[in-house]
């Protein structure tokens, strides 16, 4: 069955460096991936997608990279603000009918 | 826009009890998504319709769970018994042409 693994542990960071978040998935080839953010008490919120033919994706400070060799899509946020502290969610997917999300990952940006 | 509106915001019940949750869409969207999360097993869909129409339920976790979608405004999600371990927070979703969804506030859901 389809796998997807994030790191479980908090990534703490100081206020202006690249926080870089990772996603690895297993047994299924998603036609495209999203990255989706949580803060406590709410729901997530959508972020940014890149699709299987897609190396690159950037938005703002944000940037996603997509490797289907790799099975491994990575999150990038550049000059990291305190603000941007929250749990990161990756989410594969093959079928639109058929969302299977990662557990996230907490980051934290110390000022 | 409102968003996804959801409610109640917060159930306490006890076992046995029946429970609904409410859902109402962004206005326009087409899909819906029902999840669960728990910090066990993150979050999980339970359920996906697209104009209305239950298009996998494969993620209900037993007959006690069900969940109905009457029109394109609303949906409800329907617990009956419920039991301690459906404890949760649920939250509905819903999305439109572009593959992105938009997530309601959530129902935390105690059963005692």
């Known amino acids: 069955s389809q796998k997807i693994e994030q790191n479980s542990e908090a990534l703490n960071i100081q206020e202006g460096k690249t926080a870089t978040l990772t996603c690895n998935y297993t047994n299924y080839s998603p036609a495209y991936l999203q990255w989706y953010r949580q803060d406590p008490g709410r729901g997530p919120v959508f972020l940014l997608l890149?699709?299987?033919?897609?190396k690159e994706k950037r938005k703002e400070r944000l940037k996603v990279t997509f490797d289907t060799t790799l099975k491994q899509s990575l999150f990038h946020i550049t000059a990291s603000q305190p603000a941007d502290s929250a749990t990161y969610l990756c989410a594969p997917v093959r079928n639109f009918n058929k969302f299977y999300f990662g557990s996230g990952t907490k980051l934290n940006v110390k000022p | 826009d409102a968003g996804v509106i959801q409610s109640p915001r917060h159930e306490v019940t006890e076992m046995g009890q029946e429970v609904t949750l409410r859902c109402k869409p962004i206005s326009g969207h087409n899909s819906l998504f029902w999840y669960r999360q728990t910090m066990m097993r993150g979050l999980e869909l339970l359920i996906y319709?697209?104009?209305?129409?239950?298009?996998?339920d494969s993620g209900m976790p037993e007959d006690r769970f069900s969940a109905k979608m009457p029109n394109a405004s609303f949906s409800t999600l329907k617990i009956q018994p419920s039991e301690p371990r459906d404890s949760a927070v649920y939250f509905c979703?819903?999305?439109?042409?572009?593959?992105?969804?938009?997530f309601g506030p959530g129902t935390r859901l105690t059963v005692l």
């Open positions: 890149i699709r299987e033919n897609e």
């Open positions: 319709f697209n104009n209305n129409v239950p298009i996998d």
């Open positions: 979703a819903s999305g439109g042409a572009a593959d992105e969804q938009f």
